[in-house]
């Protein structure tokens, strides 16, 4: 890596799908009962989206995007931060848009017209506070290389990419063009598996992207398993010390390990009553990587995402509903 | 009142503004900087709309409306249950209308082609969990006579109606029509006085219509010291006890009130943490009138009034998120 010759202005440029998230409460019967497996993400088109929000319960309407998710919580943990994503010129796109400024990131992407609408998530929350979330990926298709500008990347320190990206493919080729410029600039690409079925779908194109183009890595152990289709934790965690120089494992409540080079720390979980798991990750990126650019110590940086993460889960939907700076404090 | 001569098909039908909240957090300085009277309901037109909407927050988009609100929580307590209102036929109008539905209520009125779009509450709740609401009323100005089926209000036991449709002028023909189709039928008409200003922009035809139609009366007490002109709750109440056969007056975290002719009902308050008084009132009259359908007796209307209050003040937004029957259970 060559050591860039200017301050970055941004602490972290996100890139992902441009998604509103439709949360409702439900059975696990109703998962069972629409084929559904329950933690997961599933990609629908147009006609499923619709016949499952016709049968869905009362819903309630938040900004989510996996990467999206992450920029704001790091913005409400001080960062500087951007984000790239897709949305069209209509309601939701209007709302998407709303909602990241206002929470103090940078968003220059155009919105796409005459198109497909912007992409919505219908997530169903289970009493047991684990969310199941259905794609309609939408106007995210468009989401294509000509949306990246390279200026921009080269002035974030990290470019954060979600996994979920490999699945539009315009997409994988706007995210490659991103890395690319991030490392031509002496930056730093972040990336997060996101969901075990996302990297089953592409397992090829995610490991040859973790281990040639990844500098720091997010992934839950189910992730990290199928990465590398074993179920041997020691294992999996072996290999991606190897190929990675800072990764971050999240365990849900037995809390998360970070692992870079010969260092090694065990973080904690924060304690709290589980409402709703949308987002948990997301917030945990965003807690590490808001730390990482304050140039705090590896445990440190995880403490701020188990932090931020236990504040998504003590309430219903993805973004935060606190003060998050307080909480770190 | 005459003796109908056909047991009720619906045990409520509310008519209301058809509304979208937008929920976000704001400093009591937002609410200074902006003009607005915290804890109140100001009526804006689409310009200042997009204005709050930009200085404003990351929201929340859930379904509102006062009615609407005490619909949806009066049919999870398990009462039978429509709704009339008017959304327009866009993005947000089919979220109100699926919403609803979904919450079990029957919502036939038909959406607004071409006109205005669907209603919006812009809310801003400050750390001490107030709400303070700026709507736009959009399509709901064009809820008229035309959208009250004379057999669909004669078919409730209770028409209940919310104080702020004295606001748009083709709902007051049309909630009057209602009534007299109520009455015409032997069924009862349900009123809640909505917001101490309402009142004051309204008083005399709130006064008229309290002390003529109004069989089932619900106002906080800032509202019912409006409407009688006096800072003296007592005389507030024994005037309003000459006035109606029934009135549950709530006092926040004093509890309630019940009066009808010579019964008096204190209520107490539910304990419990205070995140978003939103809705808090719509959910008192929603538990008050699901236990009146069962024919239980005014201290237990009033306890599950306050049981569905509490869960409204103890999460962002105003409809349930809880299992409400096992709460009052």
Redesign the interface.
Known sequence: MTTSVTAPELDLLGIGNAIVDVL??AEDGFLAGHGMAKGTMTLIDAAVADRI??A????????GGSAANTC?VAAALGARVGFLGKVAD???GT?FG???R??GVRFPTAPLSGGAPTARCLILVTPDGQRTMNTFLGACVAFGPEDVDEAEVASAAVTYLEGYLFDPPAAQAAFRKAAKAAHGAGRQVSLTLSDPFCVGRHRAAFRAFVKEETDILFANEAELLSLYETDDFAAALAAVRQEVALAAVTRSEKGSVVVAGAETAQVKAVPTEVVDTTGAGDAYAAGFLAAHARGLALAECGRWGSVAAAEAIS???A?P?TDLKALVG
């Open positions: 409702a409460r929000y016709a869905m319960g009362p819903g309630v309407e938040s900004s704001a209509d309601t939701l709302v709303h909602d990241i206002a929470a309430h219903f939907g973004r509903q």
